[in-house]
């Protein structure tokens, strides 16, 4: 069964940074394009970036509104999803979420909340 | 890619067929999915490449479309049905839809 588990959540004041992590399980993570989505209270989702999978030399790509802030990383043999998320600011408050696939996104974790304020 | 849906919110009866709307700002080649989202749970796929049903999505869902404008269609509301539904694009990057929140009338 496949698994996502978010963790690392919480409050951060703005200008801090945070690492968000993802447990992957129940597939070969090394297959897999693995993304960041987030999603504003009642808003509708962002896509923040992707790593690529093996056979594409996890490489990374990245939304341009994140993009010099915001790091994507895996550890394969962790099987491990990473954001790294600097110079945070209130709009970045949302739940987060990991999810898999290059394309549509077929599995997703259950998110975590990240809140930006002083 | 700007991706437009209609209506912001529907009403609809049990056993309704119901039909929601998706706009593309430009030709997408059909790489769009629709997502379901119940109140304080994940998106799940429902539909990829505008018409494929995901694995152990219900048969009553179905996706239509090409080029720009795409349709779900649920040909009988369940009440399990409540939810707002996504759409996204994935021919440039990935961008989503408002989405539609589907409630019972």
């Known amino acids: 069964e496949v698994k996502l588990l978010e963790s690392g959540g919480g409050l951060v004041q703005p200008g801090g940074s945070m690492r968000l992590s993802c447990a992957a399980s129940g597939f070969t993570f090394t297959d897999f394009y693995m993304n960041w989505i987030r999603q504003p209270a009642g808003k509708a989702p962002e896509w923040l970036g992707f790593?690529?999978?093996?056979?594409?030399?996890?490489?990374?790509e990245y939304n341009p509104s994140v993009k010099g802030r915001f790091t994507i990383s895996r550890d394969n043999t962790q099987n491990m999803l990473y954001l790294q998320m600097n110079t945070l600011r209130a709009e970045d408050t949302a739940t987060y979420y990991c999810a898999r696939g290059g394309w549509e996104l077929d599995y997703w974790g259950q998110g975590v909340m990240v809140t930006v304020s002083s | 890619i700007q991706m437009t849906q209609s209506p912001s919110l529907l009403s609809a009866s049990v056993g309704d067929r119901v039909t929601l709307s998706c706009k593309a700002g430009q030709n997408i080649n059909n790489y769009l999915a629709w997502y379901q989202q119940k109140l304080g749970e994940a998106p799940k796929l429902l539909i990829y490449n505008a018409n494929s049903l995901q694995t152990g999505i219900p048969s009553r869902f179905s996706g239509s479309g090409s080029g720009t404008d795409f349709t779900l269609t649920i040909s009988s509301l369940q009440p399990e049905d409540v939810a707002t539904y996504f759409c996204q694009q994935y021919n440039s990057w990935n961008t989503f839809g408002a989405g539609t929140k589907l409630e019972l009338k």
């Open positions: 790593i690529r999978n093996k056979a594409n030399g996890y490489t990374t």
